[in-house]
C-alpha cells in the first residue's frame, strides 16, 4: 500500500482533459473549473492548531557581508510582513538548524504565496527552509521539506 494518497480520488468518472495547446504553443488548455479550496485554506493534513507554514532563514555569522544583509532581511520582513509571527535572530545555532536562523511563520495560503515570492527575490545570500507544521516535525522539517537556496544539513535528533 502506498504512503501517498490517491491524488485523483473526486475525479473518476471526470471527462478526459483535452491536449489541445493555448496560443502560445507551450502551454495545454484547461477548462474553466471551481476555484480550489487550497487558495484560501491549507490542507487538512496541516495542524490547525498552529501556523501553516515556518520559513527558516539561515546565514552564516562568521560572514560579515553575510550577518548584516541577514540583520537587514530581519528588519525588513518586521516592516513590510507585520502580519506575520518573526521570532528572534540567532546569532548562532539553534535547534535542529545547523546555523544561524531567524524563522518567520504564516498563517494561511495567501500569506504564505505572497511571502515565498517575495523571499525568493530578496533573501540574498542567505538560504531558506520552509516546512507545513502537520503535527510531525521530524516529517515536515524533512519529507515535506522544500528549500530556496542551498539545502543544509539539520540536526533530526531535535526533532524526534
Known amino acids: 500500500m502506498s504512503q501517498w494518497p490517491p491524488l485523483l480520488a473526486g475525479y473518476e468518472g471526470a471527462e478526459p482533459l ?17 476555484r480550489s479550496a487550497a487558495y ?4 487538512k493534513q496541516f495542524d490547525s492548531s498552529k501556523n501553516g507554514f515556518d520559513f527558516h532563514i539561515y546565514y552564516m ?16 520582513i518586521r516592516r513590510e510582513f507585520p502580519e506575520l509571527r518573526i521570532h528572534n535572530f540567532w546569532d548562532k545555532q539553534y535547534g535542529p538548524h545547523p ?18 515570492s517575495w523571499l525568493v527575490v530578496h533573501r540574498g545570500p542567505c538560504d531558506v527552509l520552509v516546512h507545513p507544521n502537520t503535527g510531525n516535525a521530524l ?9 530556496i537556496g542551498r539545502k543544509w544539513p539539520l540536526y533530526e535528533e531535535c526533532l524526534v
Open 40 to 43: 484560501d485554506e491549507f490542507p
Open 61 to 76: 555569522p562568521a560572514v560579515a557581508a553575510q550577518a548584516q544583509y541577514a540583520k537587514e532581511l530581519y528588519e525588513r
Open 18 to 34: 483535452p491536449t489541445t495547446f493555448n496560443p502560445d504553443g507551450k502551454s495545454l488548455y484547461n477548462p474553466p473549473g471551481p
Open 99 to 116: 546555523t544561524a536562523v531567524f524563522e518567520v511563520d504564516t498563517f494561511n495560503p495567501h500569506q504564505t504565496g505572497a511571502f515565498f
Open 139 to 147: 516529517r515536515d522539517h524533512t519529507e515535506l521539506a522544500t528549500w
